[in-house]
């Protein structure tokens, strides 16, 4: 089993920077791939970024060029660094396990894969 602590979230204001961690804990040998998903109020949740254990990563259209995923294999911990944020961009942001799958070379989210996931840290942009 493994679990996983968000920490990190916060309020900015638009234009301004984040960085979120993840520790991972628990049997994560079998994990294909770590994501972030965030979920707003009286919305779905939603990919964010994600990255296999390969390397390969994947991003929501709309944060491209702004957040950057990264993972240390050492430490066991999973990072998103969000830059230039928006008003949009406020949600309660969640790790989890396993949360993307490959079809076609290509890496997609898929929420309903996902095997494990934190509790959740709210991040905050105001304009």
């Known amino acids: 089993q493994v679990q996983l602590v968000e920490s990190g979230g916060g309020s900015v204001q638009a234009g301004g920077s984040l960085r979120l961690s993840c520790a991972a804990s628990g049997y994560t040998a079998r994990i294909r791939s770590m994501d972030w998903f965030r979920q707003a109020p009286g919305k779905g949740r939603e990919g964010v970024a994600g990255?296999?254990?390969?390397?390969?990563?994947y991003y929501k259209k709309s944060v491209k060029g702004r957040f950057t995923i990264s993972l240390d294999n050492a430490k066991n911990t999973l990072y998103l660094e969000m830059n230039n944020l928006e008003p949009e961009d406020t949600a309660m942001y969640y790790c989890?396990?396993?949360?993307?799958?490959?079809?076609?070379?290509?890496?997609?989210?898929?929420?309903?894969?996902?095997?494990?996931w934190g509790q959740g840290t709210q991040v905050t942009v105001s304009s």
């Open positions: 990255i296999s254990t390969d390397g390969m990563t």
């Open positions: 989890a396990a396993d949360g993307g799958r490959k079809s076609g070379g290509v890496w997609y989210f898929a929420p309903s894969a996902v095997t494990a």
